[in-house]
């Protein structure tokens, strides 16, 4: 094997700090002089296999003989599909090369990716390692609702089948699954109350993969909405009428939202303008 085709660099497996996760390893085209990391990819198998790496190589000489550059490296971070995304979305990494049309779709649609190029076919390999586990709290409460969902967007359906190794079924209220997903080092998906009211014994074990926003496009976005019974007490009447009132009014209800903390930080958003 030439030169070109070895990581000029080699470092430990991607790791998550305060910089970003670092690369697996890095290439230079052959040219020992280069320093500068300026492109970054992410990706799983293709990167173990070789690909990646050959790829860098011959990007790098193509840049140095036909476009007069100077030697650079570049850079390969080690994530499956899931993680190589996150870190495209996030901004560690430049180009990611995965395997999920519907997850790719929505950076896409999200403006998370700017263009999305068919780079290559992979068979399947038989021998499949077991995926990352996700904690469900498969309850029917708003966060179950909403993260199954997300998960009926990308095509998964986990709770349909009879076993599923990396779907984990925990019916628990939220503080207790979080709990769970620290002590287990699984994901889940979770509110931002639910996260900020957690010790930090727990949440220091959690890294968070994806936040939401308040954008009414955001898939994560979980509005509450406040519903009167059609057969609430009538004796009442009075004050459940000014309640609903009170708590749509800037100063009343969405008062306390704005201003309601949980260790300095403001758990929820209040409701649009009407």
Same mark, same amino acid.
């Given at each position: ?81 899931? +993680? =190589?995304?996150? *870190?495209?979305?996030? $901004?560690? #990494?430049?180009? &990611?090369?995965? %395997?999920? @049309? ?44 909403? +993260? =199954?969902?997300? *998960?009926?967007?990308? $095509?998964? #359906?986990?709770? &349909?089948?009879? %076993?599923? @190794? ?57 509005? &509450? ?50």
């Amino acid at each position: 094997m030439s030169a070109a085709n070895q990581p000029s660099n080699t470092t430990p497996e991607a790791t998550a700090s305060n910089s970003g996760p670092q690369p697996r390893a890095t290439y230079n085209g052959g040219y020992p002089e280069a320093t500068e990391i300026r492109l970054r990819i992410a990706n799983g198998g293709a990167g173990q296999s070789g690909l990646i790496g050959a790829w860098a190589d011959a990007f790098i000489q193509h840049c140095v003989k036909n476009l007069g550059w100077k030697p650079f490296k570049v850079g390969w971070y080690l994530g499956d599909t899931t +993680e =190589s995304l996150g *870190f495209l979305a996030n $901004g560690f #990494v430049d180009v &990611a090369v995965t %395997y999920n @049309k519907a997850a790719e779709m929505q950076l896409v649609q999200s403006q998370l990716a700017k263009m999305r190029e068919y780079g290559f076919r992979s068979p399947p390999d038989p021998a499949k390692r077991e995926a990352i586990r996700f904690l469900s709290r498969f309850d029917k409460s708003a966060t179950n609702i909403k +993260e =199954s969902e997300l *998960f009926i967007t990308i $095509g998964q #359906v986990p709770w &349909a089948l009879v %076993y599923s @190794k990396w779907y984990h079924q925990y019916p628990r209220f939220p503080l207790q699954a979080l709990e769970a997903a620290s002590a287990l080092s699984e994901y889940t998906l979770t509110d931002r109350g639910t996260w900020l009211s957690s010790p930090s014994e727990i949440t220091s074990k959690l890294e968070i993969f994806k936040a939401g926003s308040d954008d009414a496009t955001d898939p994560l976005l979980n509005p &509450a909405h406040v519903l009167l019974g059609a057969h609430a007490d009538q004796v009442n009447a009075e004050v459940w009428l000014v309640f609903m009132g009170w708590v749509m009014s800037k100063d009343g209800g969405q008062k306390i939202i704005r201003e309601f903390k949980k260790f300095g930080e403001v758990l929820y958003s209040e409701a649009p303008a009407a």
